[in-house]
């Protein structure tokens, strides 16, 4: 990474440890701030914000690996979470999987869109079992979801986000 990036970069997390008054407590808001600041958690952003709290980089590092809502690689701007419990999975959630895949250029193994666009998620469960099966995309909620429909969704994003890349 450029030097001008990453001094930029630590600037921004100076920020964010300072506002939160380089307290150890404050660590998960911290943490939390930053994830929605970059998308995830750059190893040399953790081992920074551990010298900044003078903590344990393990302790920053076990933080972030405890709690399912860290990231510790990339994410993309649409976090798109596809429920596989038993009411949605009965309902054939993994055809909505498969065709999510399909649109995307995903596979089992690359869960994230090389435009960082993208990042696809299988979760137990979404807590919407009357809606089945359900796909959650950011904060949006899409119930009684079929494999055309969620390929209607995400073609209807990327050419909103088409769009919004021809303004700039």
């Known amino acids: 990474m450029?030097?001008?990036?990453?001094?930029?970069?630590?600037?921004?997390?100076?920020?964010?440890?300072e506002?939160?008054?380089?307290?150890?407590?404050?660590?998960?808001?911290?943490?939390?701030?930053?994830?929605?600041?970059?998308?995830?958690?750059?190893?040399e952003i953790m081992d920074f914000t551990a010298t900044c709290l003078k903590i344990p980089p393990a302790r920053v590092y076990g933080v972030a690996t405890f709690y399912s809502h860290f990231a510790l690689a990339p994410k993309g701007k649409y976090i798109?979470?596809?429920?596989?419990?038993?009411?949605?999975h009965v309902k054939r959630s993994e055809a909505l999987i498969d065709a999510?895949?399909?649109?995307?250029?995903?596979?089992?193994?690359?869960?994230?869109?090389?435009?960082?666009?993208?990042?696809?998620?299988?979760?137990?469960?979404?807590?919407a079992c009357g809606l089945a099966p359900v796909v959650v995309i950011n904060e949006d909620i899409y119930g009684q979801m079929t494999a055309d429909k969620i390929t209607e969704v995400l073609g209807n994003i990327i050419k909103k986000e088409g769009e919004n890349n021809a303004d700039n």
Not at 80 to 88: L, P
Not at 101 to 113: D, F, G, M, S, V
């Open 2 to 17: 450029k030097t001008l990036e990453m001094q930029k970069k630590f600037e921004k997390v100076m920020e964010i440890i």
């Open 19 to 43: 506002k939160n008054g380089a307290n150890p407590a404050r660590l998960i808001p911290i943490l939390q701030e930053i994830q929605d600041e970059y998308r995830y958690l750059p190893e």
């Open 80 to 88: 798109i979470k596809v429920c596989d419990g038993t009411a949605c």
């Open 100 to 127: 999510i895949r399909k649109k995307l250029k995903l596979t089992q193994a690359k869960n994230t869109t090389d435009d960082m666009l993208f990042t696809l998620e299988t979760v137990s469960c979404l807590g």
